[in-house]
């Protein structure tokens, strides 16, 4: 007798255990949307403070036994995340993270036209205004450099102002020509424009390599093209900008100079040779020496024996001077633009200026407004 009492109380005790078990459980099923209403698939669920989880399926559903009073995290790549307590049906709206949510990249394409990147068909760098220009440079030539994988900036002559070599794709050729296409606002100009253009007119520079450059303005194309787009007036308030930039250039180094002894002589040493650091004359001892032929009076010319610091006394620090100023104004009828740029230089060689004044108009205008 005893025995049967005992094996029904144990087994009244398992099934109180499992009611009061079940009752510390729920199931959860819900479906993870977005603001639009669209599913959003492989969304994280997840118990808060456990490792506890599942993920939505492609049509945003999913289903997960908790306890009772928990808080589920729901969490999904370009959306903010969201608590919830849980419950046995679930439904979930997940808002977009702006900050996160990136928007359509266009570019500037053939013949002018504004395409999507992703839609352009074949690899391109593309270089905005913002890039260009936060060096302050003088001219869209050196704003380049160092900014494109395979880009060659080269000069090929001297001076404040020089011309540069564009080369994109290498030194394909000893003799033909190997320097990228320039084209300007759907134009194709000398590579010698580049240097002439104020950087802060520039609204993006879309670099083409290999045989899509070709593919879109032939043969000439072949070394590559850079394509080069001015701004235009934007839609909105008008907004006027000025910007002074003063910069100073100096030489960087000099080699080192032997400043001990003279250059020496025949005289002095025999079997002279006239090269740098080979043979010296005297120690320079700062006393009067004779130099050069007698003049008619009988009389010559005397200097003191000494080192003359004359190399590095010809060079002298460089400036530029660079004033600034544009106006953008539009609206849904049309915009305008308006930019100048006034630039003095000078280099660190004697009498080598350069100055340069840019002015820009550009605007549109819908000619039929419904």
């Not at 690899?123 to 869209?140: G, M, R």
């Not at 190997?178 to 104020?198: D, E, R």
């Not at 009067?288 to 190399?311: D, F, H, M, W």
């Amino acid at each position: 007798m005893r025995q049967k009492l005992l094996l029904l109380f144990c087994f009244g005790l398992f099934l109180f255990m499992n009611s009061t078990f079940a009752q510390d459980q729920l199931r959860v099923d819900g479906t993870v949307k977005n603001e639009s209403g669209d599913p959003i698939p492989s969304a994280s669920i997840k118990v808060k403070g456990s490792n506890k989880g599942t993920l939505s399926d492609e049509e945003g559903n999913f289903t997960i036994t908790v306890a009772n009073n928990s808080i589920l995290v729901i969490t999904s790549v370009g959306y903010l995340p969201l608590e919830l307590k849980a419950a046995s049906r679930l439904p979930i709206v997940l808002k977009a993270d702006e900050a996160t949510n990136l928007e359509e990249v266009y570019v500037t394409a053939a013949n002018g036209l504004k395409v999507k990147k992703i839609q352009q068909g074949f690899s391109s760098t593309v270089l905005e205004s913002k890039t260009l220009t936060q060096a302050s440079p003088t001219n869209v030539i050196t704003s380049l450099s160092g900014k494109v994988v395979g880009l060659q900036i080269n000069g090929v002559s001297s001076g404040i102002n020089p011309n540069y070599s564009v080369v994109l794709r290498g030194y394909r050729s000893i003799l033909g020509n190997n320097q990228a296409l320039i084209v300007l606002n759907n134009v194709i100009v000398p590579n010698s424009i580049l240097g002439n253009l104020n950087p802060d007119d520039i609204e993006e520079i879309n670099v083409l390599q290999g045989a899509s450059a070709a593919a879109i303005y032939g043969s000439a194309a072949s070394n590559g093209a850079l394509i080069v787009t001015t701004k235009k007036g934007a839609v909105g308030k008008a907004s006027i900008s000025v910007g002074q930039t003063i910069t100073a250039t100096d030489v960087a180094y000099f080699p080192k100079f032997q400043k001990l002894y003279g250059s020496g002589s025949s005289a002095d040493i025999t079997g002279y040779i006239p090269f740098e650091n080979q043979q010296y004359g005297p120690l320079f001892d700062g006393t009067l020496r004779e130099i050069g032929r007698s003049l008619p009076s009988g009389k010559t010319q005397s200097v003191p024996y000494q080192y003359a610091n004359e190399k590095t006394k010809f060079w002298q620090t460089g400036f530029a001077n660079q004033t600034d100023f544009s106006v953008s104004s539009g609206s849904e009828h049309g915009t305008f633009f308006f930019s100048g740029q006034y630039l003095t230089a000078e280099g660190t060689i004697p009498n080598d200026k350069y100055n340069r004044a840019t002015f820009l108009i550009s605007g549109t205008q819908k000619l039929l407004i419904r």
